[in-house]
């Protein structure tokens, strides 16, 4: 006889399949398709997420969801499936709501507002994307109403989507702490080295050592990036390693898992450590269960999570003296001329360097939390007061970056022009980054009480740590949350203190 | 109002959107996806392919179709919307009777039966193999019943498919062409120049001024062959050129087209007329009306068509001297060792040597149609002979190639399991492969008619050659059929004399 979840695996099913294809569609978008394609791929695109929305949201699987809720039904259903039914029903609240037509438009806005962010961007005029933003946190707000949140929660709504069970609340006191303990050493660092406002790309002196003068051929840095990732774990049988402007990871399912990655011929540490950090987010995905890849539940449990796998590996581990001591030879290698003449403990401590730029992405490991936390006040104020001008929202940003980081940004491109994320419609989702930061701290403090981290590092064996992450996160998909995931795995909740205190006492060695 | 045209719309644009994110998969799995991706992407494409399906042939389609063949609405459509009508009653006509469940079950034979053939292929064992080509031939035999077609129309009604208006009949003339006027002259040749069973690969004697000793950097291939598609009029903005191990063409739509090439170190012929052949299948392509990209009437009106367009940029004007003459410095230049011992002249004459070998894929152009005369043959006798045994048709097979070719296949894997087509349920597609030769040589003759065609290729002004297929073939896609193409822009119809005439002229003159 069919269960009512068998009727339900039809619509899960075809659902999967257009979401897999959607994925293709950007990884192709980003990696090889041509330049004018555009125009009618972004219709094909179109009917595919709208085939996807209309799948999984509507009265037949309602009504499929209704019965099997009853608890008759429920209590027979496997943790797996009582897992999908979650998931569905997330979406469901998420979307279901929301008037078809009004979320065609929506989605129309967002199709053009990234475009209308890369032109204001590239002019360097706010004023140009201004009315698009304005629109778009009409349209969150609005959403918002429709799924009948209001007034303070809204904010906090927007934070669960991305990251459940981290509210305003609860990241008060995590940027609390950030405010009251990062911030006085970030100032301190910067006074006693004056390493102020060097911007990555431009500033020559940022690093002492490595030299800027001479090309580092995008032949060889991609040879060793592939061989960087394939060190760490990256399956090259169940991935593929591309090239896009901005690297990132996608995945179609567990068996084969998309990464990027962007060379410089004047950085090569640009490439080294995007392959280390999207070679975390593909491990993750990589070994999620079988039984879980192509269901709702076949990805990472949240996006914070997500970030603390490809930021412990980028910044955790990859940047340790012992994760290099037995590649630092091989990038010597590679670049003999340039790294000949650098010890490894010189290299440690330029990848380690500390510097307050205006560019989130090129921040390092100390100052990224300051431009989440700049970035999260001002989400705050735009779900808070509902009559805030776009004009006050680039007075703030630059306000914040003088009293937060010393620096004023000098244009809006360098201001609040930077980031894509409020093009797409994402609000909430920025402080999912700290969270990531932070929940690597507190899983690298853990896993040094459990194994000798330092060891496996220094003779190369990276496997014990790979596999601790697969058996107690990477397995399950989104099958726990991240609450739950880090309660099992370590007897102890989400704790920011542990990145305090790994950032203060990093930061402190290599500087004080 | 909406009107009935605007119903069927919403049907066409998703089946639209599935025919183009399959055919990205096919491109993806072809190109890059990883080895073990296969089965869990298996699953996406099935839903894909079944929903391609359901949406272009399904009860509503049927009544609005029957609503549009009505007199008073049939004729307010433009030719376009009325194209479109009868490409789907087409597929209604080739998929509408067949039972779902059976449908399906040959789907999930064609998705097996080319591993087995892969399988039975590489052991060498025709056995193997021989159950599952039984078994394909019944599935068609079957759904031709389905379709009303019985008895001695059944072959034609195949080849139908591939190629509208070419039946058994106009086939029938052609192959006996071919038999009595090149069959004698390739038996002249070999021995003459007694060049018997030469097979590409194997034999370093074949060619006698390249040189096989030395390696033929790939890299530098890469770039030549790149080089080469531009000059051609291959637009990277509009698409991709890639590599898989056999090379093929796809089309996204009109502004997303991509070719795939293949790199052997010894042979860089293969890479070089392989490109060639695909840029001539992209320039088709490429160059569809952009108000027929994207509908049914999107691509090449037929196969025959299409590879007419390969065969005549690769063999009638790629291995012409005159297309060579800007071009072969080039080449010299890119492997000096290799060329610059070798004339223009004698490069020309190596890239146009005769031999008779067992692969048509590596046959040259004037072997070509026996090896499609004997696949045709032996469909002939597949579909007229109700009770013909496997063991039957292999027996068939090395005696024609005895008999036209003067050679006997060693084992299967050289003789009838070379190639992938039966496999897949491709019956009735071979003779498109000659067909195309037919119209390729055709076409040559016309259009050396209409402008000067070798003082164009010297000067390496391809322009108007290219300008010239776009405006009377390549932008109508499927709107008008290949016997209609052929007549306007010839004022003839389709005649074998032109590529009979054609071989034995540039042969003889190479040869005897």
Same mark, same amino acid.
Do not use: E, K, R, T
């Given at each position: 006889m069919k269960s009512y979840f068998d009727e339900l695996q039809l619509y899960l099913d075809k659902g999967m399949a257009f979401h897999s294809a959607l994925n293709l569609y950007e990884w192709d978008m980003e990696t090889q398709a041509p330049k004018m394609c555009q125009e009618n791929t972004s219709k094909v695109i179109g009917i595919l997420s709208d085939g996807y929305f209309r799948y999984y949201i509507n009265v037949e699987v309602e009504k499929i969801i209704k019965k099997l809720e009853n608890k008759k039904y429920y209590e027979k259903m496997n943790c797996m499936e009582q897992g999908i039914i979650k998931e569905l029903k997330k979406m469901q609240n998420q979307l279901g709501n929301i008037p078809l037509e009004e979320y065609k438009k929506f989605s129309e806005l967002c199709a053009t507002a990234s475009n209308v962010w890369a032109r204001s961007k590239e002019k360097n005029e706010y004023a140009l994307f201004a009315p698009t933003l304005e629109m778009m946190i009409e349209y969150k707000k609005k959403f918002m109403k429709y799924r009948g949140i209001k007034g303070k929660n809204v904010y906090s709504n927007l934070l669960y989507d991305y990251e459940? /069970?981290? /509210?305003e609340e609860e990241l008060d006191l995590f940027f609390e702490k950030i405010k009251t303990e990062i911030i006085p050493l970030v100032k301190t660092i910067i006074e006693k =080295?004056?390493?102020?406002? #060097?911007k990555y790309e431009q500033n020559q002196s940022k690093t002492n050592k490595i030299p800027r003068e001479f090309q580092y051929e995008i032949e060889k840095q991609r040879k060793f990036c592939r061989y960087l990732a394939s060190y760490i774990g990256f399956d090259s049988n169940k991935g593929v390693i591309s090239e896009s402007a901005h690297p990132f990871t996608t995945s179609l399912h567990n068996h084969d898992v998309r990464i990027t990655n962007h060379f410089n011929e004047k950085y090569p540490e640009s490439a080294i450590f995007s392959v280390i950090h999207e070679t975390g987010h593909a491990l993750y995905e990589m070994n999620i269960k079988d039984e879980y890849s192509q269901t709702l539940l076949g990805e990472g449990t949240s996006m914070g999570m997500h970030e603390s796998q490809s930021r412990f590996w980028e910044n955790m581990i990859g940047k340790k003296e012992a994760f290099w001591k037995p590649l630092y030879p091989k990038l010597q290698e590679t670049f003999p001329a340039a790294f000949n003449h650098i010890s490894l403990n010189e290299f440690i401590k330029e990848i380690n360097q500390v510097h307050a730029g205006f560019i989130r992405t090129e921040a390092d490991e100390l100052t990224y939390s300051l431009h989440i936390l700049i970035r999260y006040e001002i989400e705050k104020e735009i779900f808070h007061n509902e009559k805030i001008s776009m004009e006050q929202l680039e007075k703030m940003w630059n306000e914040k970056y003088q009293e937060y980081l010393g620096i004023l940004p000098k244009n809006a491109s360098e201001g609040i022009l930077q980031d894509i994320h409020w093009a797409c /419609?994402?609000?909430?989702?920025?402080p999912s980054y700290a969270i990531g930061s932070a929940i690597a701290a507190q899983i690298y403090v853990h896993i040094k009480n459990v194994m000798p981290v330092e060891e496996y590092l220094e003779s190369g064996n990276l496997l014990p740590i790979r596999e601790y992450l697969k058996e107690h996160? =990477? #397995?399950y998909g989104k099958l726990k949350t991240t609450k739950e995931l880090l309660m099992e795995m370590m007897g102890e909740e989400f704790n920011p203190n542990y990145y305090i205190d790994y950032l203060k006492e990093k930061y402190s060695e290599l500087y004080l």
């Open positions: 459940p /069970g981290f /509210g =080295h004056s390493v102020l406002n #060097q /419609g994402d609000f909430g989702y920025f996160i =990477h #397995q």
